[in-house]
């Protein structure tokens, strides 16, 4: 099978684990991987988003955002905490936490009312929150990628599921990535 440059590959599965580790190349991989999760999201589901700054997370959301048809802009939301998105009628919470001193401002800032089962929680820096903010169906964590000899600065994500829905997700979004993100 024929794999582009640009297309996301599965570098390693551990299905009976639920996890899934997935080379990114580029950013339009990161797009692809957007795009095939993005479909595979039900509503209520809780999605962490790891790694340091600069990893990918907010432009993994953007993506995911635009390919369910979502055509404004798709902010961090570092100052905000919160970005909300309603698309195709289901409600989209984006959250970062990063500017958390202490995880209790989750609960100070009355965030646990986002956490619906009618709304997808898409959260960047969980770990600011660690305690407060409810556990993942899905989390995946961003690494830079170290092929300095091509100096291609790709990404490699490693994706858990951490509930059965999230298990089911991740069954289907490593096939659908195996199919070339179709
Ligand atoms: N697979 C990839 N390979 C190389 N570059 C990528 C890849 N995916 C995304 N990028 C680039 O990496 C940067 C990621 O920025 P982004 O804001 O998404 O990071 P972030 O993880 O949300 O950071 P922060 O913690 O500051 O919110 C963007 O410039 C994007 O173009
Ligand atoms: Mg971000």
Redesign the pocket.
Known sequence: MHVSDDSPVVVGAARGEGALTVS????S??ATLGRCLAKLLLPGMVVW?D??????????V?SMLRALGHEGPVK?P?YTLVEVYVVSSIYFYHF?F?RFNQPEEFEDAGLGEYFQKNAICLV??PAKAAGYVPAPDLELT?HF?SDTESQN???LVEIRAGSQEGRACLGELSNRIRRGGS
Do not use: H, I, M, V
Request: hydrophobic share 30%; proline share 3%.
């Open positions: 990114l190349p580029n950013e991989a990161t988003l790694g340091d700054l600069g990893a990918g997370k907010t432009s993994l953007r961090s570092t970062d990063y960047e820096w961003f990628g600065n790709g990404r």
